[in-house]
């Protein structure tokens, strides 16, 4: 089975300061990692996947296989990150398409 | 404009009655999936879809039913069967297994 751990419900931050929202999973195999983003009022939508090492609004995440994390950060958050995150996970067989989310954690960036 | 559009945007339901709601995608996308959004429980697999006329059960498929006639047509009934329908729906598509899933605006289903 897969699952996704999000541990913090709410996280708050000041304007400025360094963002770090944690995501562990539990799969057997060879996973793929996402981040997703809910703004208010609007639809939600991909952030960054572990496969593209890309940078998206600022944001990082790496891939740990040895921890099982995919932590997602910002080094200086700004008001207009405070959104909804979700961690999700795809796994690796053959018929995996579904993703499977984790709770998510509200992220309130404090001016 | 390609996306995934739900409809309706809020919906209200009587004890008792089943309720269709409405999910259409002019992406391409091969499969389809419904999630249901509570607080505090993030998203959960209802059903989803690989290709046209095949569809399989997610983690709470019971008191759910959906069909899969139209590759951009992914409908899902919520019946009386359903416990607890209260809740907001979203819907996403996705290219095979490739990238990640492009979602709706959501349905808000409340039983009165």
């Known amino acids: 089975a897969q699952r996704v751990t999000q541990p913090e419900k709410l996280l708050s931050v000041f304007k400025g300061a360094p963002v770090e929202l944690k995501c562990n999973y539990s799969y057997s195999g060879s996973p793929e990692l996402f981040w997703y983003v809910q703004y208010s009022r609007q639809r939600l939508q991909l952030l960054l996947r572990?496969?593209s090492r890309e940078s998206i609004k600022g944001f990082t995440a790496d891939l740990n296989k040895g921890e099982t994390s995919f932590h997602l950060k910002k080094p200086f958050a700004q008001e207009e990150d405070s959104a909804m995150y979700y961690c999700a996970l795809r796994g690796s067989g053959a018929g995996s398409y579904q993703l499977t989310f984790g709770k998510g954690t509200k992220l309130s960036v404090i001016p | 404009d390609g996306g995934i559009t739900q409809s309706p945007k809020y919906l209200f339901r009587k004890e008792g009655q089943n309720v269709t709601l409405s999910c259409e995608q002019n992406l391409n996308h091969d499969a389809m999936y419904w999630y249901r959004q509570d607080p505090g429980q993030g998203l959960r697999l209802i059903y989803y879809s690989q290709i046209v006329n095949d569809f399989q059960k997610g983690d709470i498929a019971e008191g759910y039913s959906v069909s899969r006639e139209k590759k951009e047509s992914f409908p899902l009934t919520v019946t009386s069967a359903q416990k607890n329908p209260t809740a907001f729906y979203l819907c996403?598509?996705?290219?095979?297994?490739?990238?990640?899933?492009?979602f709706g605006s959501g349905t808000r289903l409340t039983v009165v």
């Open positions: 996403a598509s996705s290219v095979h297994r490739e990238g990640g899933y492009t």
């Open positions: 572990h496969i």
